[in-house]
């Protein structure tokens, strides 16, 4: 944005002229006086209250924004409109976004929510968060199954074919790991971005459970523990096409 005597400065000389000029355009033709006995002439003209009222306002808007269009000596900044209306600098809020980082442009994650919201207008991200809870209980209890079939268009390629494998092991070798009592503590949003032509966003997992593997002729526990149970934290990553809205699981790490 232009320093003072740029386009700041002009709209504010454009105020005070029209200020100036519309009380002298309604002083010549025919306002009416203010009822003062000896200020007017027969309720119109321009009496002596006004003459003294018109010159002391062009006074100060000389002053005000003429000779000093600044208004202060302190040349204009891009956030300086921003500053005196709301009392400090930075750009508008975002309306609805109900997400305090999308304050800042530079925030990585704020700037993802923007292009999300390019296709799905309507996303936030707790509702994310309460959704991508419920795939994680569904997943799990489809892998205790040892079978993704209702889970499968919630899971990518890659990801899908790993799953797929160490279930063909765990068939082979007779076992089933069991993943019990799960309590999610916590989901954050710890990372968010555009790669290639997807659009990501990661969760970190903070959950407690039992997690042991059985045999499954015998039902005798071969690792882990059905008593103690276990903390852990998981980053889930899902994705989708940036011009789409399908949601898949990617990625699992530890």
Same mark, same amino acid.
């Given at each position: ?17 029209? $200020? ?5 355009? &309604? ?11 000896? =200020? ?6 321009? &009496?002596?209250?006004?003459? $003294? ?44 976004? =109900?997400?305090?980082?999308? +304050? ?39 892998? +205790? ?7 499968? &268009? ?19 070798? &007779?076992?089933?790991?069991? $993943?019990?009592?799960? !309590? ?25 459970? $039992?997690?042991?593997?059985? !045999? ?27 011009? =789409? ?10």
């Amino acid at each position: 944005m232009p320093g003072a005597g740029g386009t700041g400065s002009s709209f504010l000389r454009g105020v005070g002229g029209g $200020l100036l000029g519309g009380m002298i355009g &309604g002083m010549l033709f025919g306002r009416p006086s203010y009822g003062y006995g000896a =200020g007017g002439f027969g309720g119109s003209g321009i &009496g002596l209250i006004e003459l $003294l009222l018109l010159a002391g306002l062009g006074y100060f808007l000389y002053k005000r924004f003429i000779k000093n269009p600044s208004g202060g000596g302190r040349p204009a900044s891009p956030a300086s409109g921003w500053e005196n209306v709301m009392g400090s600098p930075g750009p508008p809020p975002v309306p609805g976004s =109900g997400y305090g980082n999308e +304050m800042t442009s530079a925030d990585p994650v704020a700037e993802t929510f923007r292009t999300i919201r390019q296709t799905e207008p309507d996303f936030d991200p707790e509702r994310f968060k309460e959704i991508a809870q419920d795939v994680f209980f569904r997943i799990q209890a489809a892998w +205790m199954r040892r079978d993704l079939t209702p889970v499968l &268009g919630l899971i990518g390629d890659q990801l899908k074919s790993e799953y797929l494998a160490t279930m063909a092991e765990l068939k082979q070798k &007779g076992h089933i790991n069991k $993943l019990e009592n799960i !309590a999610v503590r916590r989901i954050e949003i710890v990372d968010a971005g555009v790669q290639g032509n997807e659009v990501y966003i990661t969760l970190l997992f903070t959950a407690n459970l $039992l997690d042991y593997t059985v !045999a499954e002729s015998s039902g005798e526990i071969v690792s882990g523990s059905n008593t103690e149970p276990v903390k852990f934290e998981e980053r889930w990553t899902f994705a989708r096409p940036l011009n =789409g809205t399908s949601w898949k699981l990617e990625a699992v790490s530890s």
